[in-house]
């Protein structure tokens, strides 16, 4: 049963597994999730971005790209992997959902969208999450095998300035970047290894320096032992 294996979302990795280990083990393993306040203006902007792209040269996106054709039909589905296997040969799977893929004559260009301010030494905190979905489409537990897939990258937008207003509608300008990741699959293992050690129980689920969720814990305990 799907439920009963260790199920990983590469939305998870960077601001999760990344930020605060104890807070990553709570949810995964103690189903314990303080539910973030991400505005929905963002998902807007999501889906705005991913119906105009849809079916478009890959041109579009960065001119120094091979010709291909951007799809992004697969990010309104949770795409799920096989089982696969960490550097200790213990079994795991991937579920996501994948922005945008680029179909080219011989392969495949994973795409992620970000509206943000990306900057290059930035960019690098994603790729295991880019990994994940080029494995997802190379590795589906159901439907068609996508791939090789050979590049990955992040196209980022951001608001730079407001151009118009008329009536009730306003025209703002984004800035948009492409930033190439390189796949390093070796180095995603070696990622994944850490984290089922953690589920594992083989390291210690330790507290983030700067997560907010486990310094508010903490003063909430100090609270109650003062009281």
Known sequence: NIMNDVILSPSDFAFGFDQCKKCYYDKIVNKVKLNGMFPSVFSKFDRCQKHYYHNKNSKYLNQDLDDGIINTEKSDFMMVSTHLLDNKNRPFILRGKLDAF????????????KTTDMKIEKSKMYRNQLVSYALMLENPSKGMKLGPV??????????????????????????????DITRDDK???????????????????????KCSTCKFMEQQNNLRKAS
């Open 102 to 113: 680029i179909q080219h004559k011989d392969y495949v260009t994973v795409v992620d969208f």
């Open 150 to 179: 050979k590049k990955l990258g992040l196209f980022c937008f951001d608001p730079v300035s407001q151009l118009s207003h008329a009536a009730d509608n306003a025209t703002v300008k984004m800035k948009t970047t492409y930033i």
């Open 187 to 209: 180095a995603f293992y070696e990622y994944i290894t850490k984290i089922l050690d953690l589920i594992h129980g083989i390291t210690k689920p330790e507290s983030g320096e």
